[in-house]
């Protein structure tokens, strides 16, 4: 089972990326998915979830300008990451995560996302 996360790049203050992570190897059914960041020298932090219902959850430093949402269409596991408005604190390498079970974590690799001018 793998999470392949994809669309990071280098943006200027005030532009937009959309993060994607696909998992392949395994279809879990509907799960609860969400991202997390990790700035140089900081602490990995959360940035946004959506449950399995489809109930988004946001970090407050991200409220208003990031969207969540999730692809389970043809038994895949697909979930989105709309950022808008970035700012320079938002670079970071970003990580996407699902938890099959309570003992069950299962992370991507990282997309990096460099926001400068």
């Known amino acids: 089972v793998q999470l392949q996360a994809c669309g990071g790049g280098s943006v200027q203050p005030g532009g937009s990326l959309r993060l994607s992570c696909a998992v392949s190897?395994?279809?879990?059914?509907?799960?609860?998915m969400g991202w997390y960041r990790q700035g140089s020298g900081k602490e990995r932090e959360y940035v946004a979830g959506?449950?399995?219902?489809?109930?988004?959850?946001?970090a407050d430093s991200v409220k208003g300008r990031f969207a969540i949402y999730r692809d389970d269409a043809k038994n895949t596991n697909i979930v989105y990451l709309e950022m808008n408005s970035l700012k320079p604190e938002d670079t970071a390498v970003y990580y996407c995560k699902i938890k099959p079970s309570p003992v069950w974590e299962i992370w991507g690799q990282g997309t990096l996302v460099t926001v400068s001018s």
């Open positions: 190897g395994r279809y879990f059914g509907r799960l609860a």
């Open positions: 959506i449950d399995a219902g489809g109930s988004p959850s946001f």
